[in-house]
């Protein structure tokens, strides 16, 4: 087996050690593969797509767009929610 270094933050080192019982390498581990799996499943996904990196990028703008016009809309109602009772 190989070993790996990681820097986290103190703050994350300090909570992790609240918690002895965990073993951190093997949740790195499960971390890492899980990661991996999503990674290859997105390859896979796209390996037969027409779409270019431009298109996937005006794709993903739009997308952004329209989530942030229906986030909008439902914070103002719940804001008008409040003011109603």
């Given at each position: 087996m190989v070993?790996?270094?990681l820097a986290i933050p103190l703050e994350l080192k300090k909570e992790m050690d609240?918690?002895?019982e965990m073993n951190w390498s093997e949740?790195?581990?499960q971390s890492i593969k899980t990661r991996i799996e999503l990674l290859e499943r997105l390859d896979k996904l796209a390996e037969n797509s027409r779409l270019?990196?431009?298109d996937?990028?005006?794709l993903g703008r739009?997308?952004?767009r329209k989530v942030d016009i229906r986030f909008r809309?439902?914070?103002g109602e719940m804001k008008r929610?409040?003011?109603?009772k």
């Open positions: 070993s790996m270094t609240r918690h002895p949740v790195a581990r270019t990196e431009k996937a990028i005006e739009m997308v952004n809309k439902f914070i929610s409040r003011v109603k």
